[in-house]
């Protein structure tokens, strides 16, 4: 297995314009846009290497990058869902040129090695934001791209995608219980957002957010979160973020109250990859043993000598955790050595 790529793949993409009922495929050798209007039917043709179909999430057109790899031996593939980070998912934050960043493109060998399906998710250009900076970063603008309650919405989207997407010969692209999630930075805690147990919500819970001492609840813009799927994703990989939450989720996590009054619980398995070095590493150290101790499935790798963004820093470390997180995702998407 290639953990070291050299550079990252120049992608030759098609863009396609869709929308939540018609959604088109496009291939690097095949100029054609096969569509269906039926929504529970989204139809790729058999060669289909790379394409952008859109999902609506509430009133926003949301772009999913999709990449399926050839020449693997099974009809139907795993498939692994990518946040990005604050700084969005396309270089130079031109969705238009539909180039990812180099990142997201070594990731994406990574998949093609391994017979996984990406759906990278643009969280940002749908809703008008280039970067999270300036009147992102706080309420009640981030609201809009919030990771906690409005980031979700968009990755559970791109699960109900996966799991409609065809080939032209009525074969399904996605083993739909073999589903992931990945992120890194706010995109992580929108992974670890994404796979929170709604079930397990004390009654009679009030979701609010705390920004400058200020709190902010649902008559302000903050939402609850939506409902975990029937089928959810079958676990998530979670890349130096953030587990604060505005105090989304009750009681500080690094507090003395946080067993009780910390109300997050996964529903699915969670790799934590965290830099010992990260300015966010505390507050999720905390929670990985909060969550240890009440029994989720979580697991952590802390990695020396490294700060937040180390997986594109081309380290040592950054290959190491890579390695470890395809190993990971090996297990929980059941793909056979």
Known sequence: ?????????ILNLLLAATLSVIHFSCSKDDNSFPSSGNEEDIVLMANTTDTVVYAMVDKSKIP?????????DSESLPAIVVLHGSDGMWTNHDPKSGTMSGQNNEWRELFDENCIVGAYVDSYSGRGVTTRTGKW???????KISSQFIRPKDANAALSLLKRLHF??????????????????????????????????????KWSQVFDAKKYDVSSGVLPPDPKPTEGFSGGV??????????????????????????????????YQIPENGYLTESTLCMYNVLKEKGDPVELNLYEGVGHGFDFDHLQQSYEARAKAINWYRKVLHINP
């Open 64 to 72: 999913i990058y999709l990449s399926i790899p050839k020449g693997c």
């Open 137 to 143: 970063t706080t309420a009640p603008d981030n609201f």
């Open 1 to 9: 297995m290639n953990i070291f790529p050299n550079k990252p793949k």
């Open 238 to 271: 979670f890349y130096y973020g953030g587990s604060g939450g505005y105090d989304y989720w009750g009681a500080n996590v690094c507090g003395s109250n946080a067993m009780e009054g910390n109300i997050f619980r996964t529903y699915a398995p969670i790799l």
């Open 168 to 205: 032209s010969n009525g074969k399904s692209v996605i083993r739909s219980k073999d589903i992931a999630l990945l992120g890194f930075s706010d995109g992580a805690s929108a992974v670890a957002a994404t796979l929170y147990n709604t079930e397990t919500t004390p009654k009679d819970w």
